[in-house]
């Protein structure tokens, strides 16, 4: 079993900074691959980034490309999400997820059904 838990959320202005952090539970996250998601009012739950297990392999939304990075440090159970130059558009609660045991390659999938665990959020608002 693995259990997520995100933080960094909060208010930031356009075009500032915010790194977002999900701390695992369980001794075999290093052996999942992970994903960011997010979703907006009125709107459907959407990819942002992914990242395999070795960190080999990353994938980003082109709505997010050159602005936000994917990360993670095994040795800390940790995966990072930092945000910059962000938009109102960015608007969301962001999801972190868990899943693709052992995954490599590139593209990392963007399916919400190929990530067996989820995080509750974190708020992001972005004020223009």
């Known amino acids: 079993q693995v259990q997520l838990v995100e933080s960094g959320g909060g208010l930031v202005q356009a075009g500032g900074s915010l790194r977002l952090s999900c701390a695992a539970s369980?001794?075999?996250?290093?052996?999942?691959?992970a994903a960011w998601f997010r979703q907006a009012p009125g709107k459907e739950r959407e990819f942002v980034s992914a990242?395999?297990?070795?960190?080999?392999?990353?994938d980003y939304a082109d709505s997010v490309k050159g602005r936000f990075t994917i990360s993670r440090v095994n040795a800390k159970n940790t995966v990072y999400l930092q945000m910059n130059d962000v938009k109102p558009e960015d608007t969301a609660v962001y999801y972190c997820s868990a899943g693709l045991r052992y995954y490599s390659g590139s593209p990392v999938p963007r399916e919400p059904e190929r990530y067996e665990y989820w995080g509750q959020g974190t708020q992001v608002t972005v004020s223009s």
């Open positions: 369980g001794r075999t996250f290093s052996t999942y691959g």
């Open positions: 990242i395999t297990w070795s960190a080999r392999d990353t």
